[in-house]
């Protein structure tokens, strides 16, 4: 069973930056890939960036050059650095692991952290 804790949301202003942080209960170095993806109120859930097990990145073209996905192994912990943020930010954001299962894969999920930005 994989365990997903993310912290680091809250409150800031218009322009300002969190950094989120995502840590799993195992080695994250054997998952797939790891990703953010965020939720809004009346919106669906959308992918804002991965990283593949091979460091690969991938970010949704409204968060290019403001955020950055990264990890560190040793910790089993995923970030997501967010920068020059804006209200169109604001969200619930979720961890999601993708952890090979026999022939396929499954999905993890954190609990949400929620990032609001203010005007």
């Known amino acids: 069973q994989v365990q997903l804790v993310e912290s680091g949301g809250g409150l800031v202003q218009a322009g300002g930056s969190l950094r989120l942080s995502c840590a799993a209960s195992v080695n994250i170095f054997t998952f797939n890939g790891m990703g953010w993806y965020r939720q809004a109120p009346g919106k669906q859930r959308e992918l804002v960036a991965r990283?593949?097990?091979?460091?690969?990145?991938n970010l949704v073209d409204s968060v290019k050059g403001r955020f950055t996905i990264s990890r560190d192994n040793a910790k089993n912990t995923v970030y997501l650095q967010m920068n020059s943020l804006n209200s169109d930010d604001t969200a619930v954001y979720y961890c999601?692991?993708?952890?090979?299962?026999?022939?396929?894969?499954?999905?993890?999920w954190g609990q949400g952290t929620q990032v609001t930005v203010s005007s």
């Open positions: 990283i593949t097990r091979g460091g690969t990145t």
């Open positions: 999601n692991a993708m952890v090979p299962r026999g022939v396929g894969e499954f999905a993890y």
